[in-house]
């Protein structure tokens, strides 16, 4: 059974490997096998890391598609890391209905407060909150 603390781990190589692949132009899918050579993961959940890159790979245009209507500005000008956090949410919201939704934000958050620009946090917040609302509407309305 994965721990919290290794799913928390494994959402912080993820969100590294989005960045990775979008700086380095590689596609999604191929940059796993490279990463975890590369990066001492011995705390993570390699399935999960595995799953999750290639549910973002698989879903990327649905996925944008679902983001880009909350967003103050076009997607393009998104800062990578608020992408790749906002990537990492959206598709854990819309896939991992086995995670509460509360748990997605506040690991977004999270993220976004370590690795991204003083008050990205509040912006992926009110993204991913939206979203939630959207794709867990039975779970939110409780």
């Known amino acids: 059974m ?3 603390a290794a799913r928390s781990r494994t959402r912080q190589f993820l969100l590294q490997a989005l960045y990775q692949a979008q700086l ?14 590369e990066h001492n993961m011995k705390r993570a959940d390699l399935v999960y890391f595995r ?7 698989l879903e990327l245009d649905a996925l ?3 983001i880009s209507p909350r967003l103050d500005r076009d997607y393009a000008e998104i800062d990578p890391v608020e992408k790749a956090i906002l990537l990492l949410g959206t598709h854990e919201l819309k896939s991992r209905i086995d995670i509460p939704y ?3 934000i506040n690991e977004a958050v999270e993220l976004a407060k ?3 620009a003083t008050e990205s946090y509040k912006y992926v917040n ?6 939630a609302s959207e794709l867990r509407q039975i ?3 409780r």
């Open 2 to 4: 994965t721990t919290p």
């Open 24 to 37: 380095t132009e590689t596609e999604i899918g191929g940059i796993a096998d490279s990463f975890m050579v």
């Open 51 to 57: 799953e999750i890159l290639r549910g973002i790979q």
């Open 64 to 66: 944008i598609e679902l």
């Open 102 to 104: 509360k748990v997605v």
């Open 114 to 116: 370590s690795f991204g």
């Open 126 to 131: 009110s993204v991913l909150d939206a979203l």
């Open 139 to 141: 779970e939110t309305s």
